[in-house]
């Protein structure tokens, strides 16, 4: 495990005191193993944020939802979870695999709490466990190198109300059509598994999008 600080953080911990208490804490909760405590709490997740770092610098943090238990704890140093169907930028999926450096939070809303995860992702295209996640494009692995439990001081309560209509479902006939694929213009660049649904349902102007999405139905 490498050393969480560097003199950037210093700097700032010593300017308000905290440089010792920053090496307790450091000592208290991070690990470079999952415990059991943390594999029952990612394992009952429906979404976490995942950051990557793209060709330019830039960190990219991604939305990442499914049914719960989507992330899965392979053994004590090694998480998994699938990439399913997205707006074909692949910006997360292509950052990791030129900087596999990741993070990821995961949060519960409702109690609160939260997990924070540092580790290496790799992506095979043949990984076995794709066939075991319904609905997936690739399976990420990540090797834990620190995980630790978060503050959760300023998590402001929600409750979730339901699973998004996209999570991809082992019983439905095939996946729920984003609306934003139907958009105008958007029709002849589209892969070809999503141009017989589109043509089904009818194209939209960007507008209509719009209303939509203000709507929560995007």
Known sequence: MSDLYSEQHRVLQRAFE?????????EFIVVSEI??????????RAMFFLATVDHRGFPTCSHKGGEPGF?????????????????????????LTANPR?????????????VR???TASID?????????????????VA??????????????????????????????RPVTPQ???????????????????DELGCITPEAYEALVRQGKG
């Open 71 to 95: 992330v899965r704890v392979v053994d004590a140093t090694t998480l998994a979870f699938p990439s399913y169907d997205g707006n074909g930028m692949f910006l997360s999926m292509g950052n």
């Open 144 to 173: 834990i190198e620190e995980i630790f439990v978060n503050c959760p001081r300023y998590i402001h309560p929600h409750r979730r109300i339901g699973l998004s209509k996209y999570t991809p479902q082992r019983d439905a006939e």
């Open 102 to 114: 990741i993070g990821m939070l995961f949060i519960d809303f409702e109690t609160p709490h939260r």
């Open 117 to 119: 995860v540092h580790g």
């Open 35 to 44: 415990t059991d405590d943390h594999k029952a709490f990612i394992e009952s």
């Open 18 to 26: 905290t440089d010792k208490l920053a090496d307790r804490v450091k």
């Open 180 to 198: 934003w694929k139907r958009i105008d213009g958007l029709r002849d660049v589209l892969p070809t598994r999503d141009g017989e649904a589109v």
């Open 125 to 141: 295209r043949d990984d076995p466990l794709t066939a075991s996640f319904h609905g997936a494009e690739l399976v990420v692995r």
